[in-house]
């Protein structure tokens, strides 16, 4: 059975940063593409980042490059989102997210069930 | 960027009655949709992928279609556990990016 279980989440002051996990078993880690997706509270869905299965390449929305970085240790099963300089704005449950395919970006197949950011003074 | 426009923003709906609900890209996909549902206070799911492929264990009641451009979801005979929100997302470019999102409700 395929498990992301996310963690690091909690209440931050704007400007500082906060590095999320998301530990992976049930599958081949190394074989696929992983994302963060995020969700403000009561808004919709919104892609945040992407790392390839190997970790090479990376891939993030505008509003987030340069103050968020996704990275991935295959040897651990985990995935990692250290995200510096948050604004209030960045406010959201976090999801850790598996891709369908082996080595090739497309759709978010596996969700885990969120951990919460917030940011405030 | 791709823009995705999703319709209806909500939707009311009776048990054992089809709905429909229609996402449109700002550009040609080429199929690379998928459709989530999410309930109440829990994860998003996925439905589709592909445009046209049912996830695994997902209800045969649920049904994607559409090519290019157009993309609908349709759930036939709905059931009360259909409640929820649905999201549609491409994954043709990067950034990703996902419609606003069709909150359904019973009758």
């Known amino acids: 059975e395929v498990q992301l279980v996310e963690s690091g989440g909690g209440l931050v002051q704007p400007g500082r940063s906060l590095k999320l996990s998301c530990a992976a078993s049930?599958?081949?880690?190394?074989?696929?593409?992983m994302a963060w997706v995020r969700q403000a509270p009561t808004k919709g869905l919104e892609w945040v980042a992407s790392?390839?299965?190997?970790?090479?390449?990376?891939y993030y929305r505008d509003s987030v490059k340069g103050r968020f970085t996704i990275s991935r240790d295959n040897a651990k099963s985990t995935l990692y989102l250290q995200m510096d300089s948050l604004r209030s704005e960045d406010t959201a449950t976090y999801y850790c997210?598996?891709?369908?395919?082996?080595?090739?970006?497309?759709?978010?197949?596996?969700w885990g069930q969120g951990t919460l950011v917030t940011v405030s003074s | 960027d791709i823009q995705m426009t999703q319709s209806p923003a909500s939707l009311s709906a009776s048990l054992g009655e089809t709905v429909t609900i229609e996402c449109r890209a700002s550009?040609?996909?080429?199929?690379?949709l998928a459709w989530y549902q999410q309930k109440p206070g829990n994860s998003p799911q996925l439905l589709i992928y592909?445009?046209?492929s049912l996830a695994d264990g997902v209800p045969s009641r649920f049904s994607g279609s559409g090519s290019g451009t157009q993309y609908s979801l349709k759930i036939n005979s709905l059931q009360s556990e259909d409640v929820a929100s649905y999201f549609c997302?491409?994954?043709?470019?990067?950034?990703?990016?996902f419609g606003a999102g069709t909150k359904l409700e019973l009758k």
């Open positions: 997210t598996r891709g369908g395919r082996w080595y090739l970006s497309s759709w978010f197949a596996y």
């Open positions: 550009e040609d996909i080429y199929s690379n």
């Open positions: 790392i390839t299965n190997s970790g090479g390449s990376t």
């Open positions: 997302q491409q994954y043709n470019n990067y950034p990703h990016t």
């Open positions: 049930g599958f081949t880690f190394s074989n696929y593409y």
């Open positions: 592909d445009a046209n």
